[in-house]
């Protein structure tokens, strides 16, 4: 089993949708979560943090964690083609030196 | 704003080179890391360091090593290139214990 999981996706959804990206964990002490979107050719750009169990918005993203699933999400509400790019859910790895863990990441394409 | 620095976007270099790939901070920040990423295989830690001087292996160290002898400067060495190091190389910093880790723009480095 791999630590951190996500679909690769390719997931197609309609300009104006939401696009809901999955993310499972298997450290159950894990505290910190991350969503990076990372466009092709270029690096990971951090999109939200999340720390607590619940929602947590910001503008169009909101980030959902449940600890006890070992479950993370990320929705993007009224997707645009700009939001086309891969999205890396990560996990802070128990042990300290705030080493994280990366999911393979999810495809996502918008289509107008 | 996070300013993580590489010194090449692009870098070609032939097998049994000695290659040097640099990432200059101007956070502050204790913590940086060394990931190549390569497709299907995602991100991938190489070495990290959490204070000048001090380093750790990642999960795919060999073939490598770092130097840091200042804070702002974190150095990654390929020591005699081959043909299986061609990748992206990213470097990440963050502030600490559950913190994000910020990027910079990558370096595409090409072993022929």
């Known amino acids: 089993q791999k630590e951190v999981e996500q679909n690769s996706g390719p997931l197609s959804v309609p300009e104006g949708a939401i696009a809901s990206l999955n993310c499972t964990y298997s450290d159950r002490v894990s505290q910190s979560f991350f969503w990076y979107r990372q466009y092709s050719g270029k690096s990971p750009e951090l999109i939200m943090s999340?720390?607590?169990?619940g929602d947590k918005e910001d503008g169009r993203f909101t980030a959902q964690l449940n600890k006890a699933s070992q479950y993370v999400s990320l929705l993007i509400r009224d997707s645009q083609p700009s939001d086309s790019a891969t999205y890396l859910c990560a996990v802070a790895r128990s042990g300290g030196y705030n080493k994280l863990i990366f999911g393979a990441g999810t495809r996502l394409a918008v289509h107008p | 704003d996070v300013k993580v620095t590489q010194s090449s976007r692009y870098l070609v270099k032939r097998t049994g080179e000695k290659v040097f790939l640099e990432c200059v901070q101007d956070?502050?920040?204790?913590?940086m890391f060394w990931y190549r990423q390569d497709p299907g295989l995602g991100l991938r830690l190489i070495y990290f360091?959490?204070?000048?001087?001090?380093?750790e292996k990642g999960d795919i160290p060999e073939g490598y090593s770092v130097s840091r002898e200042k804070k702002e400067r974190f150095s990654l060495i390929l020591e005699s290139a081959s043909t299986n190091q061609t990748s992206m190389y990213l470097c990440?910093?963050?502030?600490?214990?559950?913190?994000?880790?910020?990027f910079g723009d990558g370096t595409r480095l090409s072993i022929l």
């Open positions: 990440a910093i963050s502030r600490g214990m559950n913190q994000p880790q910020h």
């Open positions: 956070m502050d920040h204790e913590n």
């Open positions: 999340i720390y607590s169990n």
């Open positions: 360091s959490y204070d000048v001087k001090m380093k």
